[in-house]
């Protein structure tokens, strides 16, 4: 269940497959939802394998060890130059919920409006 009351975009980034992808742990949302997908995730040390799994502020989220091999997720955690959101925060590979995003800290260009327009019809 969605809370009505939470802007339609904190709830998009709030997702998990999407915050594996802000932290930097891989370079696209794809390879997030197949990691998460594929349990190579925890959070609050709990496995997690739904993407769309709502994460909340607090939590912390971390690769398994198996997470740890994957190429792809070496080759991004050792990219210093990778700046994560400020509404989260990471340590190696550990990240941590810190707030909801406001949409100031949003980067994704999107209309809001449109999505909603077209689900009104």
């Given at each position: ?9 904190q ?16 370079s696209?949302r794809?390879?997030?939802r ?5 349990g190579?995730?925890q959070?609050n040390?709990k496995?997690?394998?739904i ?10 989220i ?11 997720v070496?080759k ?15 340590k190696?590979?550990?990240?941590k ?15 809001e ?9």
């Open positions: 269940c969605i809370n009505m009351k939470r802007p339609l975009l709830i998009l980034e709030s997702r998990l497959d999407n915050v594996v992808y802000r932290l930097g742990f891989v696209s794809s390879i997030a197949q990691i998460v997908s594929h190579h995730l959070v040390a496995k997690v394998n993407p769309s799994y709502q994460l909340k502020p607090g939590q912390t971390s690769l398994t060890s198996k997470g740890l091999k994957i190429e792809q070496k991004m955690l050792s990219n210093k130059d990778y700046r994560v959101p400020t509404w989260l925060k990471r190696a590979a550990v990240g919920i810190e707030k909801l995003p406001e949409r100031s800290e949003i980067d994704t260009e999107v209309d409006k449109l999505i909603l327009e077209y689900y009104s019809r």
